[in-house]
Nanobody
Framework: EVQLQASGGGLVQAGGSVILSCAAS????????IGWFRQAPGKEREGVSF??????FYADSVKDRFTISRDNAKNTVYLQMNSLKPEDTAVYYC???????????????????WGQGTQVTVSS
């Protein structure tokens, strides 16, 4: 069974850092694309970052502040979030996609499995 477990959220002050983890089971993250998405209160869920086949993509709003990485030995994908802003406050989700064209990484219907989400709250 394919499962994703997101963790690492919490309360952090503006300018601080958080590392989110997405632990996968039932498949190998090296063989799939893994995306991070977020949903802020009252807003639609949006793509944050994506990693696949050594390539990484970021939403403009998080570029140069967030870094996505993968540890194949732990079958886990990470999202290092630096210089956090109050507008980064959201529930963060990870999701997996098989053979997803890079140009479609932000399209949520293309993802097969989703983690349960982890809350990140950035105080000003």
């Amino acid at each position: 069974e394919v499962q994703l477990q997101a963790s690492g959220g919490g309360l952090v002050q503006a300018g601080g850092s958080v590392i989110l983890s997405c632990a996968a089971s039932g498949f190998t993250v090296d063989d799939f694309g893994i995306g991070w998405f977020r949903q802020a209160p009252g807003k639609e869920r949006e793509g944050v970052s994506f990693i696949n086949v050594g390539r990484k993509f970021y939403a403009d709003s998080v570029k140069d502040r967030f870094t996505i990485s993968r540890d194949n030995a732990k079958n886990t994908v990470y999202l290092q979030m630096n210089s956090l802003k109050p507008e980064d406050t959201a529930v963060y989700y990870c999701a997996s996609a098989h053979r997803l064209p890079f140009s479609l990484w932000g399209a949520q219907p293309n993802y097969d499995a989703w983690g349960q989400g982890t809350q990140v709250t950035v105080s000003s």
